[in-house]
T-cell receptor, first 114, second 110 residues
Framework: DTGVSQNPRHKITKRGQNVTFRCDPI?????LYWYRQTLGQGPEFLTY????????KSRLLSDRFSAERPKGSFSTLEIQRTEQGDSAMYLC????????????FGPGTRLTVT | DQQVKQNSPSLSVQEGRISILNCDYT??????FLWYKKYPAEGPTFLIS?????DKNEDGRFTVFLNKSAKHLSLHIVPSQPGDSAVYFC?????????FGTGTSLTVIP
């Protein structure tokens, strides 16, 4: 297992279209996080899974965003009716449970909405 | 509402000297702090962490200091190397949410 992978790496879409991103965490990690990062900012928390359960969602996450983690393995993040303001880097991270909170990040998916 | 702040967007240091990156936070409930390093086109990579019950943690060339009364943490890199040139993010944990600063771009000049 070489780390967290994300697909696609880049996505260009037209405003109003739906997009879906995939994250494959490190296999033994039961926690999975999604973040959004815009230029000049740090990663901004979107949502968090413990195994297959979505335990927390940012209040900033609009109802156009939905995330799933079936069977506690890979996760998908879907954005419906994309807007230009959704253009950002979407990062996924995974970690083990417990007192060590080291997160391992994937390379991200860069979304451009035209 | 930026709860974790890195007020220096960039820093340049000569190779071999000390790099000091600073981070301030507003929420006294944060109980765990981390530093990440990020190279272009890659995700952030964990560097070092510190629990709120400690005031110092050291790992090789990297030391993190935590001043809870001032709500301030810093990352010291000694000696700095050209390969340390990257963007550094501090992050703080409250509950299950991590809050990241805006990052400081470090350039180590050979």
């Amino acid at each position: 297992d070489t780390g967290v992978s994300q697909n696609p790496r880049h996505k260009i879409t037209k405003r109003g279209q739906n997009v879906t991103f995939r994250c494959d965490p490190i296999s033994e990690h039961n926690r999975l996080y999604w973040y959004r990062q815009t230029l000049g900012q740090g990663p901004e928390f979107l949502t968090y899974f413990q195994n297959e359960a979505q335990l927390e969602k940012s209040r900033l996450l609009s109802d156009r965003f939905s995330a799933e983690r079936p069977k506690g393995s890979f996760s998908t993040l879907e954005i419906q009716r994309t807007e230009q303001g959704d253009s950002a880097m979407y990062l996924c991270a995974s970690s083990l449970s417990g007192p060590l909170y080291e997160q391992y990040f994937g390379p991200g998916t860069r979304l451009t909405v035209t | 509402d930026q709860q974790v702040k890195q007020n220096s967007p960039s820093l340049s240091v000569q190779e071999g000297r000390i790099s000091i990156l600073n981070c301030d936070y507003t929420n006294s409930m944060f109980d765990y702090f981390l530093w990440y390093k990020k190279y272009p086109a890659e995700g952030p990579t964990f560097l070092i962490s510190i629990s709120s019950i400690k005031d110092k943690n050291e790992d090789g060339r990297f030391t993190v200091f935590l001043n809870k009364s001032a709500k301030h943490l810093s990352l010291h890199i000694v000696p700095s190397q050209p390969g340390d040139s990257a963007v550094y993010f501090c992050a703080a944990l409250f509950g299950n949410q991590f809050y990241f600063g805006t990052g400081t771009s470090l350039t180590v000049i050979p």
